[in-house]
């Protein structure tokens, strides 16, 4: 089963780079063709407004030329931009191309299973190319899955307009896509910062880590094996049939810790060190599905701690009491997502804790809109009055239905 991965503006092709440096090594990522074609080449399109960041991350790798797609002129990290695209300067090949890119992509696979996209919230092709994209893709592709893995940007400013463009982004992924993957920059910086100690951090380190990530939760497991033992790539389908059942819920947050001494309850531990328990009224929030995945298992040995692992592990995420399996298990025996004798934990939970980010949205938003700040630059480029409160109203459906599940 075959999945095609679409990576759009500066941030998701940058996370786009890490990230198949690290599968292109894992050897049953080759065999299954899952990701990766039977001529080497990458199931994957690439998409930027601009070509100076295409150039630089598709060098050396096996990405096919047809399929990496760039424009003249950026967004300007304006999300109405992005959506309507440069109606008047004859860019808008832009959309068609992509399209066309991933229909070839599509017609390539053996047995199509569905999209992957990358991209930011806040960048102008990101969220708005991203959003319009992900609404035709469901349309053409109605009967596969569709995945998004979102970027949130830092809360201390990466634009005037971000918390516009994440609204405007995170209300059409919820209306189109199977599931959210949303990345904190906020949360990577800190625990990058963490391990780093008094060294640097780069926007390298920080994709590096985001790749590790999703790598921990994608790549090829034991558990998912057919009985030949020959993997299908079904790891991201399988996590999104587990715990995002629910189409109103489907907000996705992933936990990760490795280390190459750690025992399993302690690496356990470090993973639920990370995660947010709590919100600002001293309430805990609540999960409603987990997935957890061992890598570096090599001698089974994780299989024979999942009886005491378990019960830590649902304390931890305090899973709702209405679903009788709330977490499941995934081993591997490489750890393909970390260096090579090094164990790994890597938790994705469907979790409330994703209200205390849409809330935030929300209400920076709202004060932004009622005060008229920066709306002409939305006007010009094709949006009005309707979008954003169709925008505001699914947000907050989204919120509380969350509070509503988690009671």
């Known amino acids: 089963m075959s999945t095609v991965f679409v990576q ?26 899952s990701f990766i074609a039977k001529d080497g080449k990458f199931r994957a399109v690439v998409v930027d407004s601009e070509p100076k960041v295409i150039r630089k991350i598709t060098k050396g790798l096996p990405f096919r030329e047809e399929s990496v797609i760039t424009g003249k002129r950026g967004r300007g990290t304006n999300w109405a931009l992005g959506y309507h695209g440069l109606k008047r300067t004859g860019d808008d090949h832009l959309l068609e191309d992509t399209l066309e ?31 319009r994209l992900a609404e035709i893709l469901r349309d053409r592709y109605p009967m596969h899955h569709l995945m998004s893995c979102v970027f949130a940007p830092h809360a201390s400013g990466e634009s005037p307009l971000q918390h516009y463009n994440s ?42 880590a985001i790749a590790s990530h999703l790598s921990g939760i994608f790549l090829p497991t034991e558990s998912l094996r057919a009985k030949s033992a020959f993997s299908l790539g079904m790891e991201p389908w399988e996590m999104l049939r587990s715990i995002c059942p629910m189409p109103n819920l489907k907000f996705v ?9 750690m025992s399993w309850s302690d690496l356990l531990s470090k993973v639920s060190a990370t995660i947010r328990r709590y919100d600002s009224s001293g309430n805990p929030y609540s999960s409603l599905g987990n ?26 995420y305090n899973c709702v009491d209405w679903n009788p399996f709330p977490v499941d298990f995934w081993t591997a025996k490489p750890n393909n997502c970390g260096s090579k004798n090094s164990a790994s934990l ?3 939970s469907n979790s409330s804790s994703i209200n205390e980010y849409l809330e935030n949205v929300l209400e920076r938003s709202k004060v932004m809109f009622e005060a008229g700040a920066y709306l002409h630059w939305y006007w010009r480029h094709g949006a009005d ?15 509380d239905d969350y509070k509503t599940a988690v009671k």
């Not at 759009?8 to 780079?17: S, T």
Request: aromatic share 6%; hydrophobic share 35%; proline share 1%.
């Open 291 to 316: 997935i957890c995945v061992a890598r570096g298992d090599t001698t089974g040995g994780f299989q024979l701690h999942m009886g005491a692992l378990e019960p830590k592990l649902k304390r931890a």
């Open 167 to 208: 609204l405007l982004t995170l209300a059409t992924l919820q209306r189109t896509t199977d599931c959210v993957i949303l990345t904190h920059n906020d949360d990577v910086l800190h625990r990058v910062q963490k391990k780093k100690g008094q060294e640097a951090v780069s926007y390298s380190h920080l994709n590096e």
């Open 346 to 348: 890597t938790v994705a």
């Open 101 to 131: 890119a991933i229909r070839k992509e599509i017609e390539r696979c053996d047995c199509f299973s569905g999209i992957i996209m990358l991209h930011s919230l806040s960048g102008g092709t990101g969220s708005g190319f991203g959003s």
């Open 8 to 33: 759009i503006g500066q941030c998701g092709n940058q996370v786009g780079h890490a990230f198949w440096k690290r599968i292109m090594k894992d050897e049953e990522v080759n065999k299954s063709s």
């Open 385 to 399: 009055k309707e979008t954003f409160e169709d925008a505001f109203e699914t947000i907050q459906l989204v919120v």
């Open 253 to 261: 947050q992933i936990a990760q810790y490795m280390n190459s001494k």
